[in-house]
């Protein structure tokens, strides 16, 4: 029977190192045929997600490292909308509502509500793995 | 059904993680799911009923739990040992609380399907 995930990513991007761990977990994982259900953002993980962010060139791109895994195994990259709001990622519905100055969530990733995380987690055969 | 496990180890200074661990359990219980609400070390902190935030500008943490169990969420634990460490009384913790050994915590995470800790 296949093995499925799903990746919960929760852990700030600046603070530690999970957002690498966790895109060698999934690109390994894959190898391994395991089947990745979903990749959820919550809590300071949505920060990945600020599209402007601008770090060092020799520094981990950790946005664009995500955009690549996302695309080449296609992934989606879910990142809760209520997380992302309170920490200022905003994408260009919700900048229009509030009339924001502008809207930063990268291209990559999408909005979505806890449901999606609790849906899959209610699934009787998937692993959810933290990274925290 | 499926059981989750969210074990909240932080205290209620540490920003929105309290909150948003709830608002996982709410979400995962409508879904239909077995919460259980897991309170370790610092944690239990979240619980001391007699907070006063009256001048700090912030939201009243603990009112969040008042009434959870209308959202489906019936168990709320905190761990025997933390209660010991951090000297502090059941009776000063929000009522419909109920202590857990260590040992107890571990097997009902070793029974659950998710486990999420904040």
Redesign the interface.
């Known amino acids: 029977m296949t093995k499925e995930f799903i990746i919960l990513v929760s852990a700030s991007p600046l603070k530690t190192q999970s957002h690498l761990t966790a895109i060698r977990y999934i690109e390994e994982s894959i190898k391994q045929s395991v089947l990745i259900r979903a990749v959820f953002f919550y809590q300071d993980g949505v920060l990945v997600a600020n599209k402007l962010s601008a770090p060092p060139s020799d520094e981990p791109q950790l946005s664009a490292l995500w955009q690549d895994l996302s695309e080449s195994k296609s992934l989606e990259l879910q990142t809760c909308v209520a997380a992302s709001y309170r920490r200022g990622i905003v994408d260009e519905h919700e900048a229009k509502e509030r009339e924001l100055l502008s809207h930063n969530l990268h291209p990559s990733f999408k909005m979505t509500g806890l449901g999606q995380l609790a849906a899959a987690m209610s699934s009787p055969r998937v692993k959810l793995v933290h990274f925290k | 059904m499926?059981t989750?496990n969210i074990t909240i180890s932080r205290n209620s200074l540490s920003g929105?993680?309290f909150k948003?661990a709830i608002?996982?359990g709410l979400?995962?219980a409508?879904?239909?799911?077995q919460v259980n609400l897991i309170f370790v070390g610092d944690g239990l902190y979240n619980l001391v009923s007699n907070q006063s935030i009256a001048n700090l500008k912030d939201k009243n943490h603990v009112d969040i739990l008042k009434g959870i169990e209308f959202y489906d969420i019936e168990n709320i634990f905190v761990e025997q040992e933390s209660l010991c460490s951090k000297n502090l009384k059941l009776e000063k913790l929000i009522d419909s609380v109920e202590v857990k050994s260590a040992a107890e915590i571990l097997e009902l995470n070793l029974n659950a399907?998710?486990?999420?800790?904040?």
């Open positions: 499926t989750t929105a993680n948003e608002d996982l979400v995962c409508a879904f239909d799911q399907d998710n486990l999420v800790s904040f």
